[in-house]
């Protein structure tokens, strides 16, 4: 698949079937920047503004993730659990997560917005709402949903809004969708422990979406785990933390 490596990541020119994707993909950051329809894509759209979308996903997903072995979509085994967290660009965001231990599968996807079904050429509009998300599935026995948090909180800046670095546009912002309520108090009480952290090194006041987690739309074939070694040995993907670290549990 053609690419082109920006200062931040690396996009594919092309789509499926080497298809060009709307010429959104051929972009560069600066020009990505503002939205298509003369729409700046920092602004959230209003749910009458998103685009349609359509009843079926329109492409394939992968039944096998291609790291660790197990079901991208499921189903799952009993007793494990799902989070889902957005941190910028969900290449990098994913590999974050498949490498932690008792992490069972990942997948990265759109969630958090209007549109059902979106493609990311249409996610990258910022007319669908939606935010690159990673689906964590993970066995509670192994790491906790505290361990996971950490995990997010430390390898983005959470302070940025809708952008992460040179990547700008809502579909970047910050979020944890929670399933439980277990989930929902952990991810807040770690948000203000970081947030005390970041205050004290300078930082600007955490701008992360939590909620419940809503519908997750699993992204095209070509997304998932994009950078493992199976599939791109040298690809790039400019996430980064602030350098501040969480403490969760007893460190707390």
């Known amino acids: 698949m053609p690419q082109w490596r920006s ?24 020009e990505r920047s503002p939205g ?20 079926v996903r329109p492409y394939a997903v992968p039944s096998t993730h291609t790291v660790l072995g197990t079901p991208v979509e499921g189903p799952f085994p009993e007793g ?9 660009c969900f290449w990098g965001a994913e590999r974050a997560f498949w490498q932690v231990p008792g992490v ?21 509009t910022g007319l669908t709402g939606h935010t690159e998300a990673v689906q964590v599935v993970y066995d509670p026995a192994q790491v906790s949903y505290e361990q996971l948090a950490k995990v997010f909180w430390e390898s983005h800046d959470p ?8 990547d700008v546009g809502t579909q970047y912002r910050s979020a944890a969708y929670w399933t439980s309520e277990a ?12 947030q005390e952290r970041l205050a004290a090194k300078g930082y600007g006041p955490i701008t992360t979406e ?32 602030t350098g501040v ?8």
């Open 183 to 194: 989930q929902r108090e952990a991810i807040e009480r770690t948000r203000g422990t970081f």
């Open 7 to 30: 200062e931040a990541y690396w996009v594919p020119l092309f789509g499926q079937g080497g298809r060009a994707g709307a010429g959104l993909e051929s972009r560069t950051p600066a």
């Open 245 to 252: 670290s969480c403490p969760v549990g007893l460190q707390a």
């Open 210 to 241: 939590v909620g419940p987690a809503g519908e997750f739309y699993y992204a095209e074939g070509y997304h998932q785990q994009y950078l493992s070694e199976a599939k791109n040995p040298y690809g790039y993907c400019g996430l980064g933390g």
């Open 80 to 88: 494990l659990e799902t989070a889902y967290f957005a941190m910028g």
């Open 159 to 166: 302070t940025q809004g809708n952008r992460q670095g040179n």
């Open 36 to 55: 298509m329809f003369g729409r700046l894509k920092t602004a959230p759209v209003t749910r009458e503004q998103a685009l349609p979308g359509r009843a």
């Open 104 to 124: 069972y599968s990942t997948a990265v996807g759109y969630q958090g917005g209007y549109t059902p079904n979106p493609t990311y050429e249409e996610t990258c």
